[in-house]
């Protein structure tokens, strides 16, 4: 038995080469998949409904898929729409289908799964116990699911439905990534550790190659190992490469979850064949007493505008990080006086990022000598944009000349390469949820439907 699975890309709408993706296509594969969806970008597309790439970028390489899956005969398989696998989201890529199907002149039966979640329907999982915390999961109430959006993020199962139906090309809401690779092969018996370990290695395209790109990787899944072959000309793989994507996101090298068990790979092994192919055996797949559906959600907590600034005076660099505390009182009394009490300064959020100095670690850099030159973002957050706006202009501005002890006399803090130096960002979002639902059946909390273009 032998299964042939093409991975063109780990994120459609990246722009795979085309030339790599024909290589793929020649070889027959039984299937093409492709995820669309991460919250590796945080939760405003989920919590906006608003998709990171562009219809255009997504267009591009939907064409590509498309008429190569009518070429093939194929089922192709794209999960995750919309970046958040909100309905909005497949009902954007579905739109785009229709509109190339109509100029190619191809012929399809269209199955679309959806993953919002009524927040009625949460309630009463919440009530019943049903929805249980993962690790650092934040704090919930009932309340929470009338605000925001949740999602819940599909097995194979689903899509395994849709497949039977006839359906050509699957678009799904969120789902595993890994689930979109092994939903053919585990449909028609192949061996559940590696069909499971296969998807784990591909489900980001070449982002496992050397060097990792958005290209594609080719798998041929066999009865007792899979081969994995990256596509792009001046691409490689490795054992280590590909080992090493097990690792990618997720925080256990041997030991993967999914909504029907665990894939675990504490005796796989990976053998080089040539410089572009790697063989993979030995990992398993174990069963979990219970089905569960990862639930993710977003809302809505504010509105944002940020400024840019940078310092390279030594004597300005010393001084900052004492300085903000006081600057941060001085601005809400400012509040309070320039509003007349209309706004209330613990409704306004301001905050200081100095890149050189330990913002991205936030608190637990190293000790380092001091920076030659300085990076500020400066983020006001408000319950309204104008607010935010408002606030910034007065930050921005008394953030220029803050006092120096060091200095007689007006001296300038902070340059600032935008005039006005304040942009408005739009709105912020946080996720609201790193749960499960328990209790459920692999297909209850999705809903499908299919039509003929």
């Known amino acids: 038995m032998e299964f042939r699975i093409l991975a063109p890309t780990g994120a459609l709408g990246a722009g795979f080469d085309a030339d790599a993706f024909r290589r793929g296509v020649d070889a027959g594969p039984h299937v093409i998949a492709c ?11 989920l919590g906006s409904g608003v998709p990171k790439l562009s219809s255009q970028a997504v267009s591009r390489d939907l064409r590509l898929l498309l008429t190569a899956r009518d070429e093939l005969g194929v089922p192709l398989v794209i999960g995750s729409c919309g ?8 009902d954007g890529v579905a739109a785009l289908v229709r509109t190339i199907a109509a100029a190619e002149g191809l012929h399809l039966k269209l199955g679309l799964i959806y993953a ?10 919440h009530d019943a116990g049903r929805i249980r915390p993962l690790a650092n999961a934040p704090a919930i109430d009932r309340d929470l699911f009338a605000r ?6 599909m097995g194979v199962e689903p899509i395994q439905a849709a497949l039977r139906d006839g359906c050509d090309v699957i678009l799904a809401g969120r789902a595993s990534d890994t689930a979109l690779f092994a939903a053919v092969p585990h449909l028609y018996g192949a061996d559940p550790g590696l069909t499971w370990h296969m998807a784990k290695t591909v489900e980001c395209g070449a982002a496992c190659a050397v060097p990792p790109s958005a290209n594609g990787l080719l798998v041929h899944l066999r009865d007792d190992h899979f081969d994995v072959t990256t596509l792009a000309e001046g691409s490689r793989l490795t054992p280590r490469s590909v080992a090493a994507h097990t690792l990618y996101e997720n925080a256990d090298p041997f030991h993967v979850v999914e909504p029907s068990g665990t894939l675990d790979t504490t005796d796989a092994t990976y053998e080089a064949v040539d410089e572009r192919t ?12 219970g089905y569960t559906n990862k639930l993710e959600g977003a809302e809505l907590v504010g509105y944002q505008t940020v400024i840019v600034g940078g310092v390279r005076d030594r004597v300005v660099i010393e001084r900052l990080p004492g300085l903000l505390p006081f600057a941060k009182k001085y601005f809400e009394a400012k ?24 913002a991205v670690l936030a608190g637990a850099e190293p000790a380092a000598p001091l ?24 930050v921005a501005h008394a953030s220029s000349h803050l006092p120096i002890p060091e200095y007689d006399g007006l001296v300038s803090t902070l340059a600032y390469p935008y005039s006005p130096p304040e942009t408005d960002r739009g709105a912020l979002y946080r996720f609201t949820l790193n749960h499960v639902a328990t209790g459920v059946t692999p297909t209850e909390l999705f809903r499908t439907v299919t039509e003929e273009l």
């Not at 919002?116 to 999982?125: E, I, S």
């Not at 925001?148 to 993020?153: E, L």
């Open 116 to 125: 919002d979640q009524d927040p009625a329907r949460l309630r009463a999982l």
């Open 335 to 358: 509040i309070l006086d320039v509003f007349g009490g209309e706004i209330d300064p613990g409704t306004v959020d301001i905050d200081y990022r100095l890149y050189g100095a330990g």
């Open 278 to 289: 790697v063989r993979v055996r030995g990992a398993r797949y174990v069963e979990a007493d």
């Open 83 to 90: 970046t958040s696998g909100r309905d909005v989201g497949v």
């Open 35 to 45: 995820d669309a969806g991460s919250t590796d970008s945080g939760p405003s597309a």
């Open 148 to 153: 925001g959006h949740t999602v819940a993020m």
């Open 371 to 394: 920076p030659r030159e300085l990076g500020v973002l400066i983020t006001v957050t408000a319950p309204e944009q104008s607010t935010a706006h408002a606030v910034a202009t007065f």
